[in-house]
């Protein structure tokens, strides 16, 4: 069975420094992706970014990273540069089954941006 | 990005009646979709996979003949809480990808409430 566990329940940072949300996996797959969701005060889940177990290098979009490092079982997010937008709920996920698209979630962390 | 449409948004309902729920995918076809409840401040709960032309599968402790599942076509997949109790007030929320193991697409959830 997987398992994440995302231990910051909440965190408050200052408009324009970047933040660091932690995520650590439990797996015994060879092969899964791990995803990241932001989840805004109206429900929706929104897509982020997503790093396979395979990928040697870090994944990258926009102002969001993946700090990946497998040996720890870790799969940071970094948001550079926050915004007051950024206030939201934030999941990590991983892939339960490769090729079965089942999601795992971790409990999640509330990011709140501070003007 | 691939768009999953999920409705109602909203919806409260006496105690004992039924609510259906729908999801789409608009631009894709999802031979799975999942879907997922959310207690509040909590992490999202696979409640069951759906998959066109079978028998959804259910994870354990979800009940199969209160949340019937029936997944009619490639772009629709149906959830409906049956004689529904005010325990049943949560957030639920849908799920399709296009791709084995890439992201997954969320509606925008359906917020429940029955009284």
């Known amino acids: 069975a997987q398992k994440i566990t995302q231990t910051q329940p909440g965190m408050f940072v200052q408009e324009k420094e970047a933040v660091t949300l932690d995520c650590t996996y439990d797996t015994s797959d060879q092969s899964y992706g791990l995803f990241w969701y932001k989840q805004p005060s109206s429900g929706e889940m929104i897509f982020l970014i997503y790093q396979g177990s395979y990928d040697e290098q870090n994944a990258t979009e926009g102002r969001y990273s993946l700090n990946f490092q497998k040996a720890r079982k870790s799969a940071n997010l970094v948001i550079s540069a926050s915004q007051l937008g950024d206030s939201a709920m934030y999941f990590c996920?991983?892939?339960?089954?490769?090729?079965?698209?089942?999601?795992?979630f971790g409990t999640g962390t509330r990011l709140t941006i501070i003007p | 990005g691939a768009v999953v449409s999920q409705h109602p948004s909203r919806v409260i309902c006496k105690s004992g009646t039924s609510v259906k729920i729908e999801c789409r995918s608009l631009d894709f076809q999802a031979t799975t979709m999942f879907w997922y409840r959310q207690f509040p401040k909590k992490s999202l709960m696979l409640m069951a996979t759906s998959n066109e032309g079978s028998k959804a599968t259910y994870e354990q402790g979800v009940e199969k003949d209160k949340f019937l599942i029936n997944h009619a076509s490639l772009t629709l997949s149906t959830l409906t809480v049956t004689s529904a109790h005010p325990e049943d007030s949560s957030f639920y929320i849908c799920?399709?990808?296009?791709?084995?193991?890439?992201?997954?697409?969320f509606g925008q959830g359906t917020r429940l409430t029955v009284v």
């Open positions: 996920a991983s892939l339960s089954n490769f090729g079965n698209e089942k999601l795992t």
């Open positions: 799920s399709a990808s296009y791709r084995p193991n890439t992201e997954a697409f």
